[in-house]
């Protein structure tokens, strides 16, 4: 069975930074991008990063110049730096990704949605 796990989330002080890693249980070489999404109480899940096979990113505009997505193809893991974190930021997180383009823009995501991992931003 393909699955993601998420792992990194904790508790952290504004201004604070973690470092998500997302593990997959088969290749991602394929799969077209690879994106963090998080979702907070009360709230729908929203994308936070993306990256897409050859390296291009795009970024929800409250995170931009505080995260940073990676991926390792040969690792089958994707990455999220976070700094400078606010509360705002307090959420569940979650990887996913599409297998093509024609899958990102229908918003079909190839992976079932995992446990995610939780950050809290809090003083």
């Known amino acids: 069975q393909v699955q993601l796990v998420e792992s990194g989330g904790g508790l952290v002080q504004p201004g604070g930074s973690l470092r998500l890693s997302c593990a997959a249980s088969?290749?991602?070489?394929?799969?077209?991008?690879m994106g963090w999404y998080r979702q907070a109480p009360g709230k729908q899940r929203e994308l936070v990063a993306r990256i897409s096979d050859d390296g291009i990113t795009f970024y929800a505009d409250s995170v931009k110049g505080r995260f940073t997505i990676s991926r390792d193809n040969a690792k089958n893991t994707v990455s999220l730096q976070m700094n400078t974190l606010k509360p705002e930021d307090t959420a569940v997180y979650y990887c996913n990704g599409h297998s093509t383009f024609i899958t990102l823009v229908k918003k079909l995501y190839f992976y079932s949605w995992g446990q995610g991992t939780q950050v809290t931003v809090s003083s």
């Open positions: 088969t290749s991602i070489a394929e799969i077209y991008a």
